[in-house]
């Protein structure tokens, strides 16, 4: 099972910095491919960042690649998504998510658990 919990969100003002992070309280983390997704009102839901299961393969979404930095600690069980410069483009609600394997991974049909989100604004 995974249980998926965001923090860090907050307000910051452009170009400056936040760093999400994802804590799985279940007993498998380490064999699952975990993503950040986010949703600005009135968008769809939309794929950020990416990494498999070992840490060892990354995917960007082109509006975020440069500048926001996904890692994760296995033995934690914990996944992070450093943000910055930020952009009041880049406001909105930050999910974690979890699958297993990194095929689809950009796609958030496929996933099976999903945390309850954090809010992230930029002030311009």
């Known amino acids: 099972q995974v249980q998926l919990v965001e923090s860090g969100g907050g307000l910051v003002p452009v170009g400056g910095s936040l760093r999400l992070s994802c804590a799985d309280s279940?007993?498998?983390?380490?064999?699952?491919?975990m993503a950040w997704f986010r949703q600005a009102p009135g968008k769809e839901r939309e794929f950020v960042a990416g990494?498999?299961?070992?840490?060892?393969?990354?995917f960007y979404a082109d509006s975020v690649k440069g500048r926001f930095t996904i890692s994760r600690d296995n033995a934690k069980k914990m996944v992070y998504l450093q943000m910055n410069p930020l952009s009041p483009e880049d406001t909105a609600v930050y999910y974690c998510?979890?699958?297993?394997?990194?095929?689809?991974?950009?796609?958030?049909?496929?996933?099976?658990?999903w945390g309850q989100g954090t809010q992230a604004t930029v002030s311009s």
């Open positions: 998510a979890a699958k297993p394997g990194v095929s689809g991974i950009t796609n958030y049909h496929a996933y099976n658990y």
């Open positions: 279940g007993r498998i983390f380490r064999y699952y491919a």
């Open positions: 990494i498999s299961s070992d840490g060892s393969s990354t």
